[in-house]
């Protein structure tokens, strides 16, 4: 029996990741939800997960936490999450641990919020960086190790794709400029499934947190 505990769908990024995966390969899973109130620790989570975070995978009771740790477990259950090429495996998990990791400047800046969509505007220098790094990653995966016709980064869906997934909503939120190849992969992903209902349950949600909701009027309102 598996669980997984996650945060608001409009504002719980680490949350998308595990839940794309489960819903991608039709792992049945009990879905619940908790309120995140912010960044700051949250003791009323201590009996979720050993950091006191979401999400979290109990599995029979035991609790497995950080997105990128659940992606290895249930990677273990469903291997067709790595791609099977060796080369192309590992670079897949050099990548997810670098989302995991990294980006912290344009996550920072461009906080998760599924019912904005914004006119945008010019990045910071150190932002700028965080994208370019992203594009690059995006264009190396999609033309040096794609393998058969899938849209994804390696071809079929992985925890890659997973893990990127929360930063595909933020460049199309705040309306980042990408190239082709970057914005060609930002709308397949758009586009899946999976993200779409966790898209339209963000939109349902009537909780809100106005520290994450007041940055809009920093990037030019909302746009068409």
Known sequence: ????????????????????????FGIPFTEHMVSVAGREYNAALKPLAGNAR????????FQIWESIAIAEYLAELEPRMWPADTKARARARSISAETHAGFVRLRTAMPMNLKLKLKGKPATPEVQRDIDRIVEIWSEARTCFVSGDGPYLFGDLSVADAMFAPIVWRLHIYNVPLPPVAAAYRDTMLA???????????????????HYDRIASEYGGARD
Do not use: C, F
């Open 1 to 24: 029996m598996l669980d997984l505990y996650i945060g608001n769908k409009n504002y719980s990024s680490w949350s998308l990741r595990p839940w794309l995966l489960l819903k991608h």
């Open 54 to 61: 979401v999400p979290s995978l109990h599995v029979d009771g």
């Open 192 to 210: 899946h499934p999976a993200m779409q209902e966790w898209y339209v349950a963000a939109l349902a949600e009537t909780e809100a947190h106005e």
